[in-house]
Each structure stands twice: as structure tokens, then as C-alpha cells.
């Protein structure tokens, strides 16, 4: 089988969520129907971005060379994985085989394709995305968004995986569209990431202290601000293979 839905193979640290600083080999998956404003990977958000075929055996090859002593996870990120479902089942498959954990960033867009790769997965990070995140054009796309995104939590749930949910939270994100959203997740046993944007959209101190209280009413001591520090590990150091 032949893919060109790889974007690229690398080793670094999590730089987000509540596994941050564990070491990872990051396997970025090309493509995402989604168009957040503040999106950091663009170039991979293309399907197909003139990539070099690759086949799954390779990139299991390539996982197994850069497999270090303090490796935590395998982390299949995006772009969004879940749009390539035989080739995410296929290496997480090999990876579960080689005893590697493997750990799942999505967004959360189709719950029945994440309900068929879940069995392969030991972590989910899922992403809640909010309407002034503009992930989706209009209020209707995005309610059926979120109704993906909340199935996905509850399916990680159900089958025991340690599921970090991750909001980003922007300048003009509201205690009431925070609350709503804390109200319907809080029966789940998860971390719940409020993850400041950085920039010029950044939320105020006082907003984040403000809506981590307001996520606490629901969610107790599940709730952490936590910013995107990968950013710091790049000084050109990571071990790129792609
Ligand atoms: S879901 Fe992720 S990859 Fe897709 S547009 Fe949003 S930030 Fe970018």
C-alpha cells in the first residue's frame, strides 16, 4: 500500500497538554477539513502536499529508528489523522505490536472513525473547538462539530484511554461559552487543557483565572492552564526524518 498522507516523522517533546515534556516520536499526518484561525500547522493541513510516497512499513522502519530509552508514546498528530482511518489503524496496529503506546491528537471530527481506531490507542487528546475559533463556517457546521467532538470524548472514556480534552482559549473567549461546554463534559474522568493562545489574540491573566474558575465549578482539580511550549524545544535539535 502506497500513502502520501504523511507529512512528516520526527522525535521531540509534547509541547501541549498534560503529558507536556514527555518524549515522543511525533508521526504528522497530512490533511484537515478544519480552518482554525490560529492554526500552526498549515502546510500540513494540505492533503497530499507534494509528499513523497510513502509506504507503511517504511514509516514503521523509520519509528523504530528513533525509538529512545525515555520514549513515552507514539503520538499520531495532524493536519487531523482521523482522515486517513486504514493508515492510522495500520501503523498504530504495528506500533501496539512492537509494545510502543500510542497516543492520539485529533480534533475529533468523525466519531465513527474514532471509534474505529480506538482500541489501538492507550491516550486521546481531543480538541473542543469553540465557535470564535472559526474551525467551521456557521453555527449549524459547528454545533455538528462539537457533537463529533463530545462522542469521541465520551468513546475515549468509555474504553478506559487517558483522555486529555484541550480547549484554546482567545482574547475574546466568554465565562458563559466556557461553562456551557465544562457543564456537558463533566460526568468524564479527563484533564481538561485551557490552552492560552499566544500572540496578539492572547487572553488576559484575569481571563484565564476567571474561566479556570469557571471550569472548576464543573470540573474541580481536572482543570490546568497549560500555554504551547514546544516552540522552546526547537532550536533546530530535533531529529527530523522527513
Ligand atoms: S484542527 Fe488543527 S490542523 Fe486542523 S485547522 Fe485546526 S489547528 Fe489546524
Known sequence: MLSRDIYEIFTSFQGEGSLVG?????????????????????????????????NPEK??????????????????TG???????NLLKKLASSCKKLDLACYLETAGIDASIFTEVVDFFDYAAIDLKLPNHRAVL??????????????????????????????VIVDDTTHHMLASICRDIAEYEIDLVLQPLTGSRKPSIELLFGLSEVAGSYLGKKVMVIPQVHRLYRDGTEKEFR
Do not use: M
Not at 79 to 85: A, D, H, Q, R
Open 22 to 54: 514527555r518524549r515522543q516520536i511525533f508521526v504528522r499526518f497530512s490533511g484537515c477539513p478544519l480552518n482554525c484561525f490560529y492554526c500552526d500547522t498549515v502546510d500540513a493541513r494540505i492533503k497530499n502536499h507534494s509528499l513523497p510516497d510513502t
Open 59 to 76: 514509516v514503521i522502519s523509520e519509528i523504530k529508528a528513533l525509538v529512545t530509552p525515555d520514549l513515552h508514546s507514539v503520538s499520531f
Open 79 to 85: 493536519g487531523e489523522p482521523l482522515v486517513s482511518p
Open 138 to 167: 456557521g453555527i449549524n457546521a459547528w454545533k455538528k462539530l462539537y457533537h463529533e467532538e463530545l462522542e469521541c470524548i465520551r468513546i475515549a472514556n468509555r474504553s478506559g484511554l487517558h483522555t486529555i480534552v484541550k480547549i
